[in-house]
């Protein structure tokens, strides 16, 4: 069987429900067993997912699995496997009689091309990425748990002793009684839950962290407990015999285009707070390497500029000053150099929340200021910046009239509330329309930049290797002899995916392990 894989893998066209797992068949995940055939030199125009197809038409389906694409384009399902014939030969059989149909729908919806340039050509270097995995310090995350573990006990002491009495903090109910019964906290505006007591999520003990220590300390316990259980102890049990963690990156999960990661998920490690940036700390390198990150600056934004074409975005950036300071500086009327941090700190906080479509309510409730506030904030901004409102509202009458948003690269994202009748789900529908151009073009933009980096890499017969993608991140294992040769070659292939009206910036930093590096 393996003969057999082995020989269409390299001569025939491969069609299957997970071309992926067919490529790790004869070259495993697990980099300590070896390969029967270096996925990096297979001819990707060969191969043909039925999943990734089907996800291209409709991306906002939950699944993409063979029996549900063959019930929803034959109208029939899949026979039951028999010894004679096995559950893999159905499936290679549907996956064989779905490639026309899928490639009539593709060429149809104007998506063949990204399917074959761009998803097809990004998926075997998904496998290979997933083979070399990420070198991880078992030693550094048990050293981690054991600290951090003394950390949770001292600070559940201290908790219970607030409390006057012991009680479990895993337990929202016994919680909400001691904060809301024993302690009398306020209650004003909060709902009961079904269970009959008071929420305690995350949006409610923040309200009230800020007058309550106890409240803060149980925040802060939550914080390092989730650390310590999801990936402290949890990675160990996942280091495979090459002495790495191997994720699973998806391609048909996220609506946006976006890639996503699996087993573990690494793109969802808290970066934002010191203990789970140093949680990247584990993550290292072997010994005479270094651990390089190249992510894109300010994407979406710059995207947002280009698509718009307003030509006051298109300056601030041309112009290399700080853009968020540009923007406060034209926002609040002052001039630049009288930007204050605060007032830059809000200025950051419209151009993030324009691009992914935040309404007033939104942008109140992240500057913890009035609705009113945020409203007029929103209306300074569009008044400084006219074409990005045209743009935006030109870009939701056209979803409205063809029922989809589109990327610079043709990938669709079919607005399916706009067939509601509730008015929230339409507003859901009309952000998703304002943001996908941005969202769902930057994912296309790094998708190609791998397959880029991946080929210049394998021409230039370097060892450096693509090891992870995190949003607008990537992250290689490069031999120190190979630093300023790699970093000059990520970085410019990273600018040069696609001509902007305002530069498209790569920021370049490497370190001996994750955490240094970015």
């Excluded at 039925?50 to 549900?68: P, Q, W």
């Excluded at 220590?213 to 102890?233: G, P």
């Excluded at 010994?287 to 975005?313: K, N």
């Excluded at 040769?485 to 790569?506: G, H, N, W, Y």
């Amino acid at each position: 069987a393996t003969a057999a894989l082995l020989r269409i893998l390299r001569e025939a066209r491969v069609a299957a429900d997970d071309v992926k797992a067919l490529l790790h068949e004869v070259s495993p995940v697990d980099s300590s067993e070896p390969q029967k055939l270096d996925i990096e030199t297979i001819d990707s125009d060969r191969l043909f997912d039925t999943g990734v197809a089907a996800y291209l038409l409709e991306s906002d389906r939950s699944s993409f699995d063979i029996n549900g694409l063959v019930e929803l384009y034959f109208g029939s399902e899949l026979p039951e496997p028999t010894d004679e014939i096995p559950a893999a030969a159905l499936r290679a059989v549907a996956a064989r009689a779905l490639v026309p149909v899928l490639t009539k729908k593709l060429e149809d919806d104007g998506s063949l091309e990204l399917f074959t340039s761009l998803e097809m050509q990004l998926l075997p270097v998904l496998a290979a990425m997933e083979r070399r995995g990420l070198y991880v310090d078992p030693q550094e995350l048990a050293k981690q748990s054991s600290e951090l573990g003394e950390d949770i006990a001292q600070r559940v002491a201290s908790i219970h002793q607030t409390a006057g009495e012991d009680f479990n903090l895993d337990s929202p109910s016994q919680l909400s009684h001691i904060l809301f019964d024993v302690l009398k906290l306020p209650t004003y505006g909060l709902k009961k839950t079904r269970s009959g007591f008071y929420s305690t999520n995350a949006k409610v003990l923040g309200d009230l962290a800020q007058e309550y220590q106890i409240v803060a300390d149980v925040l802060e316990y939550r914080e390092r407990a989730k650390i310590k259980s999801t990936y402290l102890d949890a990675l160990p049990s996942l280091i495979r015999g090459d002495k790495r963690i191997h994720t699973t990156f998806n391609q048909t999960v996220a609506a946006t285009g976006r890639l996503s990661s699996s087993d573990p998920n690494l793109q969802n490690i808290p970066t934002r707070s010191e203990l789970g940036h140093r949680v990247r700390t584990a993550f290292t390198v072997p010994e005479g390497s270094v651990f390089l990150a190249c992510d894109y600056s300010q994407i979406e934004l710059r995207l947002l500029a280009h698509l718009s074409a307003d030509e006051h975005l298109v300056a601030a950036f041309n112009s290399g000053a700080d853009f968020h300071a540009a923007t406060a500086a034209r926002v609040f009327g002052v001039p630049v150099e009288e930007v204050t941090p605060a007032l830059r700190s809000r200025a950051k906080a419209v151009n993030f929340g324009i691009v992914y479509g935040q309404q007033a309510f939104g942008l109140a409730t992240s500057l913890k200021i009035s609705r009113k506030e945020a409203q007029e904030m929103i209306d300074r901004y569009f008044d400084a910046y006219p074409g990005v409102r045209a743009y935006l509202d030109d870009s939701v009458r056209t979803a409205h009239e063809t029922g989809y948003a589109i990327t610079m690269y043709g990938r669709k994202r079919h607005i399916r509330e706009f067939n509601q009748s509730n008015r929230q789900l339409i507003a859901f529908g009309e952000r998703t329309a304002m943001n996908h151009p941005m969202q769902g073009s930057a994912a296309d933009i790094i998708k190609i930049a791998m397959i880029n980096v991946e080929k210049h890499l394998r021409d230039e017969g370097l060892a450096s290797k693509l090891i992870l993608q995190i949003h607008d991140e990537l992250d290689l294992e490069v031999p120190e002899s190979e630093i300023e040769t790699v970093s000059k070659l990520v970085k410019e292939t990273m600018e040069d995916v696609v001509t902007l009206r305002v530069p498209l910036i790569a920021d370049v930093s490497y370190g001996s392990n994750w955490a240094e590096a970015k």
